[in-house]
């Protein structure tokens, strides 16, 4: 079965650089969640999207943005990189926003140098 | 925010034992989710679990939602079954938001 397509897997960057993370959704799933793992801790939702929408926002800085395109894949951009954004980096997605399993993706781990 | 608090922290268990991991919370909630994160970090789910019984395996878990926990079990455990594990609840005004537990660190020896 198909499932959540993340690039890159694994990202090294200078601070106060740039990065983006992509994300392509399970086939047919039109809601896009983004979430940040830090180490030894448990994931924190970042972003989400509904039809191309953005539907609800957690502890996102405001140095990320974030948007989901009309093939329904979603990009994470990032800049001003900080040490502290050194973390795994979750998209899932889900068939539709409310009540629906969330099936994660594996996830990009970001090393902010 | 929703609060979700889970236990024990930390497992170590032999190969063939069995074990109940819980998951308490602190308001209702729309959606209740198990992950196992493998020591590779990849979150696998294990369970869509708002309410009710499901079993898959050697694995199966309840959710009371009245009574505002899940649990899950684990049975003849593997080795494979190491990692963390992760309740996660989607509070009734969080539109899929997912609000997290601290995890059960499992550690399984052969």
């Not at chain 2, 109940?20 to 789910?45: A, E, K, M, Y």
């Not at chain 2, 009574?67 to 594990?85: A, C, F, K, M, N």
Request: hydrophobic share 30%; charged share 15%; proline share 5%.
């Amino acid at each position: 079965a198909a499932g959540v397509i993340q690039s890159p897997r694994h990202l090294i960057k200078e601070k106060r650089e740039t990065a983006t993370l992509k994300c392509y959704p399970i086939p047919r799933h039109d809601t896009v969640y983004w979430y940040q793992q830090g180490p030894g801790q448990d994931p924190q939702f970042l972003i989400s999207f509904y039809e191309k929408m953005q539907s609800d926002k957690g502890s996102i800085p405001d140095r990320f943005s974030a948007q989901q395109f009309s093939d329904y894949h979603s990009e994470l951009n990032m800049s001003s990189l900080e040490l502290g954004d050194s973390a795994l980096y979750f998209c899932a997605s889900s068939e539709d926003r409310l009540q629906e399993t969330q099936y994660f993706g594996p996830g990009t781990r970001l090393l902010v140098l | 925010g929703i609060q979700v608090e889970q236990s024990p922290p930390d497992l170590i268990l032999q190969e063939g034992a069995n074990s109940t991991l819980r998951c308490n919370f602190s308001d209702s909630v729309n959606n209740l989710q198990w992950f196992h994160q493998n020591p590779w970090g990849q979150l696998i789910n294990l369970f869509y679990i708002p309410s009710g019984t499901k079993q898959n395996g050697r694995l199966s878990a309840t959710t009371v939602a009245t009574e505002r926990y899940s649990l899950l079990y684990i049975s003849s455990s593997q080795t494979t079954d190491s990692g963390v594990y992760f309740c996660a609840v989607e509070a009734t005004d969080s539109w899929g938001k997912l609000q997290f537990g601290a995890g059960t660190q499992v550690v399984v020896t052969p």
